[in-house]
């Protein structure tokens, strides 16, 4: 049975800093893409960032230069940094793998609100 797991949501100060974290299990971690996702109330939910098996990440327009995506295939975790929050950052937050066409699992998400 596949499981993805975030935690490491919560609320923060504008400015302040996050760390979320997603364990995988179930799957074969190191051959997954993984990807973060967002979703705020009452909009779609859109990508945030990912990184490929060979450690590429890319990001969404939004967040360069604040967030950092990164795994370790040793823990079958994947981290998501986010420095410099914003209201307009929160959301739910998921994590995604992809195996290919037919191999694509979700997480339940995390919350995090930026609020003063």
């Known amino acids: 049975q596949v499981q993805l797991v975030e935690s490491g949501g919560g609320l923060v100060q504008p400015g302040g800093s996050l760390r979320l974290s997603c364990g995988a299990s179930g799957i074969t971690f190191s051959v997954y893409t993984m990807n973060w996702y967002r979703q705020a109330p009452g909009q779609q939910r859109e990508w945030v960032a990912g990184i490929t098996t060979g450690g590429d990440a890319n990001y969404a327009d939004s967040v360069k230069e604040r967030f950092t995506i990164s795994r370790d295939n040793a823990k079958n975790t994947v981290y998501l940094q986010m420095n410099s929050l914003k209201p307009e950052d929160t959301a739910v937050y998921s994590c995604?793998?992809?195996?290919?066409?037919?191999?694509?699992?979700w997480g339940q998400g995390t919350q995090v609100t930026v609020s003063s």
């Open positions: 995604n793998a992809v195996g290919g066409p037919t191999y694509r699992y």
